[in-house]
């Protein structure tokens, strides 16, 4: 637990500036004004009763879904402070509530740890509600406030006695501001039970009123996050290694699993927000499982001095791990801000990670065996794939520029213009070569099913005539081959790679091998905002001369009844069913289209359906369905 000034009083916090500011640029507070900065409203009052707990003042969380709209989290850690503050001779928590940055949290030294990504104060909430109250107990009474759009409107009143302590702030999201102010319980859910397992033993429960509840309690912490998700797969140890320790202020727990899976699956925190682009923590544990499994492997004498080294992807081949640092300051970089930045940390967590893990393997000769061999195993596949690719090469895939034969490049070099389409099958690619703007546009058409990578190794993967076509086409290279040899963003030909499938079951299906393939090996793509959907019209209605394309039902609907009688509706079933004109107006012109962008969570999620339907475990994959009967429908397993 961080150590921690008792006498923290009303006169550490820090006054900065008033709510104008939060209104008026709502995004650089809150991330967007869409639907996760909505969200984040919720997870910056609930990271602040979880710094309570971290400080050891709290262990009980709820957050309420109210029948009116607003959002209630009610925590039973001190209550934030009542008594004035000494230079505005106002209570404290009309400060903490109406000022910006205003709270301990930012006070370093009563803090050790908060909310890096969020970590902007209740205030910010405040400022973005139609309205907002916060109910206290603290000192022996019940003490009360409202607030609209961030500013006072009553007194801190004295409601009554209590021998409690706790904070509850309830707000309404103000429409105005955001895109949609309604809440989804299943969003909120993951992140709630992602905090649980992360904060071992507090309780957090998420209600809608007169609905559904659902508690999260995790005695085991990260160690059960792990176990959670390995089920389904064949572990390789009987329970998650548990490595912690903590050195200049930083702390650093993990838990690791290995399991027969071919694909790592490591998941990063950094004071409790996923750090989804790693950093330097992720460097550290890399650095640390390298060469301790490597040192170990020779002696145990299943390495021979011989032998090369194995490489990072060896190492982590079917590990399952959750690496949670908390860092008093700190850096997020990347694309999308969630990649550790602080350079000491590598340092740090390789320390710790590798005085824990030379104990374990030392100690434990049995795990050590399996896990090393399934290592070798590793290394042996990686090995195949290198000669699996120089075949791919050789095979006369490429044509003379090393770019795929069926490849129709656009005539434009600048990568920031160019953009591929990735189209199911040779007809629809033909229709869209003949339909493209050819100075921008490439068409890239994949025959028939690409491979479905959860249950493949990556020597299947490159010799995967498809998959590799996709990767010389891009240029940037994949991650899980080579560690010298990565992905490289800067390489992409293509700032947009838009997947064009049929609205069947078969396009939802290699959409998702698709997505599931760019999640894993391509990621940075994804991050850098560069890979997306095209949405291709589903109906075409005529009458007489005219002609309208309708996207979903609702339009379908609102055309039927604008055009009146006598109209007729044609149903598309694929791309293959336009003309190279129809396609051009309806679905690539970039002046009349519309592209989804896939964001990290579509992909992750993508990913999470697939493994959970093509893991081990055919229990677990019949539960899957039975629980996602309507979703499955379109993935076509
Ligand atoms: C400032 C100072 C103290 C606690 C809090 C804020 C606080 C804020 C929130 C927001 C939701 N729940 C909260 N719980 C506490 C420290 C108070 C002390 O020293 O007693």
Excluded at 7 to 25: H, P, S
Excluded at 58 to 80: A, E, F, P, Q, W
Excluded at 161 to 183: A, K, L, N, Y
Excluded at 584 to 607: F, G, K, S
Aim: proline content about 3%; aromatic content about 6%; hydrophobic content about 35%.
């Amino acid at each position: 637990m961080a150590p921690e000034k008792e006498d923290y009083k009303a006169d550490q916090i820090q006054v900065l500036e008033g709510l104008e500011a939060v209104r008026k640029r709502p995004a650089m507070y809150i991330g967007s004004t869409g639907e996760a900065g909505l969200h984040h409203l919720v997870y910056e009052v609930v990271d602040n009763s979880v710094d309570e707990a971290m400080n050891g003042h709290c262990d009980t969380i709820n957050v309420m879904l109210h029948s009116d709209g607003s959002c209630s989290v009610k925590d039973n850690g001190r209550g934030i402070p009542i008594d004035d503050h000494p230079q505005y001779n106002v209570p404290a928590v009309e400060i903490v509530m109406t000022k910006l940055h205003a709270g301990g949290k930012f006070d370093s030294d009563t803090y050790k740890v908060s909310g890096g990504l969020h970590g902007v104060g209740v205030s910010v909430v405040n400022a973005l509600s139609t309205w907002a109250t916060v109910e206290i107990h603290r000192d022996g009474g019940i003490y009360t406030q409202k607030y609209k759009i961030g500013n006072l409107d009553s007194k801190l009143e004295r409601i009554g006695d209590s021998d409690d302590h706790g904070t509850t702030v309830r707000f309404m999201p103000d429409s105005s501001i955001f895109e949609t102010i309604q809440f989804d319980f299943s969003t909120l859910r993951y992140r709630l039970r992602e905090l649980a397992y992360l904060n071992a033993g507090i309780t957090i429960t998420i209600s809608e009123e007169g609905g559904e509840s659902e508690t999260f309690q995790y005695a085991g912490g990260i160690s059960e996050y792990v176990t959670y998700l390995n089920e389904g797969k064949t572990s390789l140890m009987n329970k998650p290694l548990f490595v912690s320790g903590e050195k200049d202020q930083i702390q650093v727990d993990a838990a690791l699993q290995w399991t027969t899976a071919f694909r790592e699956n490591i998941h990063t925190f950094t004071n409790n927000i996923a750090t989804r682009e790693g950093g330097t923590h992720l460097s550290g544990l890399k650095t640390a499982l390298t060469r301790t499994i490597n040192n170990a492997a020779r002696k145990r004498k299943q390495l021979k001095d011989k032998d090369p080294a194995l490489d990072g992807n060896d190492v982590r081949e079917g590990l399952t791990a959750i690496l949670s640092v908390k860092v008093p300051e700190p850096q997020f970089e990347g694309q999308t801000k969630t990649k550790l930045g602080n350079s000491e940390v590598k340092g740090i967590v390789d320390t710790i990670m590798t005085e824990c893990l030379s104990d374990f393997f030392a100690e434990n000769p049995t795990d050590s065996q399996i896990i090393i061999s399934k290592c070798i195993q590793a290394f042996q596949a990686r090995e195949a794939a290198k000669k699996a690719r120089d075949l791919t090469r050789r095979k006369g895939i490429l044509e003379g520029g090393g770019l795929p034969g069926k490849l129709a490049d656009c005539q434009s070099k600048d990568p920031t213009v160019s953009e591929i389409f990735i189209v199911e099958g040779d007809s629809a690619g033909g229709t869209a070569k003949q339909g493209r703007d050819r100075a921008t546009q490439a068409i890239l058409p994949l025959r028939g099913k690409i491979l479905n990578v959860e249950k493949s190794r990556i020597d299947k993967i490159l010799a995967n005539t498809e998959v590799m076509a996709l990767i010389t086409a891009m240029g940037c290279n994949i991650t899980g081959v080579e560690e010298e040899e990565e992905f490289e963003l800067d390489s992409a030909r293509y700032h947009k790679l838009i997947i064009m499938t049929d609205a069947d079951v078969d396009g939802a299906h290699i959409r998702t091998l698709l997505l599931t393939f760019l999640y894993r090996h391509m990621q940075g793509l994804i991050h850098a905002g560069y890979v997306y959907v095209a949405q291709p019209p589903l109906y075409k209605v005529t009458k007489g001369k005219k002609l309208e394309y309708a996207y979903d039902d609702v339009q379908l609907e609102r055309i039927t009844s604008e055009f009146g009688s006598g109209y007729s509706i044609s149903r598309y079933k694929g791309l293959g069913e336009m003309n190279a004109e129809q396609l051009w107006e309806t679905t690539m012109d970039p002046n009349q289209r519309t592209l989804l962008q896939v964001t990290i969570e579509d992909a992750e999620l993508a990913d999470k359906a697939f493994e959970e339907l093509m893991g081990d475990d055919v229990q677990k994959r019949r539960e899957f369905i039975e629980a996602n009967a309507t979703a499955v429908a379109n993935l076509d397993i």
